[in-house]
């Protein structure tokens, strides 16, 4: 690891004081950086999250009730899955790799890499990030990415056999729509987290979780403790009254009333 790096981190986490209401969001934008110059997050991964934390801005930068509702029929939907599986790109193996290999164990899926911007370096890079936070196996890497998804022209086509292949659900985040357009065409049920209510991938999944990713995978771990043992009737009645279309839309009444009352403030 670069020691330059370790150094500019080092004189960032003194630089800001802890009463600064950006400390944490300053702190997540250099881990991103880092890990870009791993190789990990491509440069198009800073303008993503960029983009999404503008939209957390709107939802007050927390959890509302709309998300904490999909949370818990999100935890319903792995609960009952026959095989999940949780798809990772290069933005949430550096902004939550522990979380993620914790939610991996609870529901028993696998963690499968899977990137727009393609090379088996970067997969490698993943799957290390991944490893080093305690993942025993990571799906995806080389030529474990055997099968296609046909509907797909990019390379995020290109899936392991043992992971989204046959998946029944499968849980991503921060990605672009076209490939939850075709899991779902395929029969498989999408679980999503995107701060943007209004991308193709909130509108496309089954389960839309408009939050940070940051603040959601820990939640959906404790969420899925606390429902571990319910009955699948019980899970199935709390899946099947959820709504993503309802849900998308009270999340952007919310974003429209607080933007009433921000500009009322002023």
Request: net charge neutral.
């Amino acid at each position: 690891m670069d020691s330059s790096h370790d150094i500019k981190v080092w004189s960032i986490r003194n630089l800001i004081p802890d009463t600064h209401p950006r400390k944490d969001s300053l702190l997540v934008r250099e881990n991103l950086v880092k890990q870009m110059e791993t190789g990990a997050v491509v440069p198009q991964g800073l303008i993503a999250h960029g983009r999404g934390e503008c939209f957390d801005y709107l939802l007050g930068e927390r959890t509302n009730a709309f998300a904490e509702r999909s949370i818990e029929a999100a935890a319903a939907l792995l609960l009952l899955s026959s095989y999940p599986v949780i798809s990772v790109n290069g933005n949430m193996a550096a902004l939550a790799p522990k979380e993620l290999v914790e939610l991996s164990k609870e529901v028993h899926a696998p963690l499968e890499v899977n990137l727009f911007y393609r090379n088996e370096e970067r997969e490698k890079k993943i799957s290390e990030i991944l490893r080093d936070a305690g993942a025993s196996e990571v799906l995806g890497v080389g030529t474990d990415a055997s099968e296609t998804i046909q509907e797909l022209f990019s390379e995020r086509r290109k899936v392991s056999s043992r992971g989204i292949y046959k998946a029944d659900i499968i849980f991503l985040a921060m990605e672009d729509g076209d490939r939850t357009e075709a899991l779902i065409k395929l029969g498989k049920k999408v679980i999503a987290v995107d701060l943007n209510p209004l991308s193709r991938t909130s509108m496309a999944a089954s389960i839309t979780i408009v939050d940070n990713f940051i603040r959601v995978v820990p939640k959906l771990t404790t969420r899925v403790k606390e429902m571990k043992n319910m009955s699948k009737d019980e899970l199935q009645r709390i899946f099947q009254s959820f709504n993503n279309k309802d849900n998308l839309k009270e999340s952007l009444k919310f974003i429209s009333e607080r933007m009433s009352q921000l500009a009322l403030s002023l």
